[in-house]
């Protein structure tokens, strides 16, 4: 686990964009996840300086809010608007308009096929104050769910989310956790709780994590 006391937009999506384009420039097939919240517009930063073989990477949503396709409280509604490339980039969302359980199957299938054609797997993440990362909420479904992804029903919304299982394929995950309400959450990620107790310390599985922060206690 790589700890960065930074909260610099323009050099967080440097470096993003540059793990990206140097794998591309290699070559390889890269499948990269995005969030919504706090990490859309640096984003929507990492999306303008993807340079290079954009045929190479495949670009999709680590959770979404089911509905409507296009609905206001979407993931991918909120990047659209925000700016982020989704016409120039390989993007899958995840709603269709179909019912929510064929959707979660879809997408299942998706991003089975995706892993294995993907030569190098990267994630962006958020942290709730709670914990949470991607739609996994403590003590949740999507804890013990053994597919890639699943569904539940979450306060306000059905979430669609990528699980343990996917976290644990990747080969690279950044954490962007800003502000004073992520500090809590960035110091309890220091310790070794369950991850049913706080399950962004699934990140630190990942090979190679990367926290970005203001948060400087640690």
Not at 45 to 67: C, M, P, Q, S
Not at 85 to 96: A, E, G, H, K, R
Request: hydrophobic share 40%.
């Amino acid at each position: 686990m790589n700890l960065n006391i930074n909260n610099n937009i323009g050099e967080l999506a440097d470096f993003v964009s540059s793990s990206i384009n140097k794998k591309l420039g290699l070559g390889k097939n890269v499948l990269w996840f995005v969030s919504g919240g706090s990490s859309i517009p640096i984003e929507v930063e990492i999306a303008k300086r993807i340079i290079i073989n954009h045929n190479k990477l495949v670009v999709t949503l680590a959770d979404e809010r089911y509905g409507p396709v296009g609905h206001s409280n979407s993931n991918y509604f909120q990047l659209e608007k925000s700016g982020f490339n989704i016409s120039q980039l390989n993007f899958i969302p995840f709603l269709s308009g179909k019912d929510i359980e064929t959707t979660t199957n879809d997408i299942n299938k998706m991003l089975d096929n995706e892993f294995k054609k993907a030569d190098y797997k990267i994630g962006f993440f958020g942290i709730g104050s709670d914990g949470h990362t991607a739609g996994i909420l403590p003590y949740s479904k999507a804890l013990t769910e053994n597919k890639l992804v699943c569904n539940y029903q979450a306060g306000l919304y059905n979430r669609i989310t990528i699980t343990l299982k996917a976290i644990y394929e990747l080969d690279e995950a950044i954490l962007y956790a800003v502000g004073e309400s992520k500090w809590n959450a960035i110091e309890k990620l220091n310790a070794n709780l369950p991850i049913k107790e706080e399950p962004a310390q699934i990140l630190k599985k990942v090979p190679l994590l990367i926290i970005y922060t203001d948060y400087n206690k640690i």
